[in-house]
């Protein structure tokens, strides 16, 4: 008999008729917020890499050292875009274990599924003055930029963590006009990186098929052909145009490199072991840049 699985009730503005690269993200990281049909596409996607579990984890335990390793440079305040579903600890979990009551943290994201257990888990393990879930598209940078101004909890005149994290790979559903997909690319990240103080740091990750191991590239292709099912398609960079993506910021050590190769002393006690038997498995490149005076 079929196993009986209770599905989440969704909150409003979610479609269901579609998978959602949230909802698909979470159920790769061993999450509860996501129904059959991100399941059955994450599924298929395991079929296609058996190893993307792991890379999806590799890349969240990167998000984890990146806010560690910025917290320890002086870092209090992080602007988390495309923050996704809080499955396997949030950003502000992970700063307060460090300083506790001292940072604060604006998540953002246009799924509703992600805010609204953003927002839940804020509500039980959150400050109000502290710590916020926003609703918004991040295309628009000016006007998320006085979203976020307007909930007070960020002060956008000093200094900010900007985490861009695994999300400038997810291309955008067509506008209803023009029929085509929108790249989360270099102009807008350069709009993100003009509106940072000095002092701020800019931390991404980003999917990429440069220097993955041969075997994977086959599989890589057939993976983006099957995301274009889904609410949003993805999109491989080069390690060059990806590179690009911090502009004129100075790079912090190491520099772009494997997910799992950034400041791995920076992991947290008890976090999960993601094995893969050479770094580019993780198929992300990852970085941290600061912007100078
Ligand atoms: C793969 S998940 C990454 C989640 C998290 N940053 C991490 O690395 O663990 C990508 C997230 O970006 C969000 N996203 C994609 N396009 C977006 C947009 N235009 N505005 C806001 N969020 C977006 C998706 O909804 C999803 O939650």
Redo the contacts with the bound molecule.
């Keep these: 008999m079929a196993e009986f699985v209770e599905e989440p009730f969704p909150p409003p503005g979610v479609d269901l008729d579609h998978p959602?690269?949230?909802r698909v993200?979470d159920y790769l990281l061993g999450g509860t917020a996501n129904w059959i049909i991100d399941r059955q596409f994450a599924d298929k996607a395991l079929a296609t890499l058996p190893i993307l579990g792991s890379i999806a984890r590799a890349?969240?335990l990167f998000?984890h050292r990146a806010v560690r390793h910025l917290v320890g440079l002086g870092v209090t305040q992080f602007v988390?875009?495309?923050?996704?579903?809080p499955t396997m600890g949030h950003a502000h979990q992970v700063a307060d274990e460090i300083t506790p009551g001292e940072t604060r943290v604006a998540y953002?994201?246009?799924?509703p599924v992600?805010v609204a257990h953003s927002e839940d888990l804020l509500k039980e393990h959150g400050d109000p003055s502290r710590h916020v879930a926003i609703h918004?598209?991040?295309?628009d940078p000016d006007r998320l930029w006085e979203k976020i101004r307007d909930t007070g909890v960020i002060d956008l005149d000093k200094p900010v963590g900007l985490?861009l994290?695994?999300?400038l790979h997810?291309q955008?559903p067509p506008a209803e006009d023009s029929g085509t997909t929108d790249d989360?690319g270099p102009s807008l990240v350069a709009h993100y990186r003009d509106l940072l103080r000095s002092g701020s740091y800019l931390a991404l990750?980003h999917l990429t098929d440069d220097g993955v191991p041969p075997e994977f590239d086959d599989k890589l292709a057939r993976l983006v052909t099957m995301y274009e099912q889904s609410s949003?398609p993805v999109l491989c960079r080069s390690h060059s145009e990806i590179a690009e993506l911090f502009g004129d910021f100075t790079m912090v050590e190491p520099g772009l490199t494997w997910t799992p190769l950034w400041h791995p002393e920076n992991t947290g006690a008890g976090a999960l072991t993601v094995e893969f038997a050479t770094p580019n498995e993780s198929a992300c490149l990852a970085g941290v840049a600061r912007k100078d005076e």
């Design positions: 959602s690269v949230a993200y890349n969240r998000l988390d875009i495309g923050s996704g579903v953002i994201d246009y799924e992600a918004a598209d991040m295309r985490l994290i695994a999300v997810v955008q989360l990750s949003n």
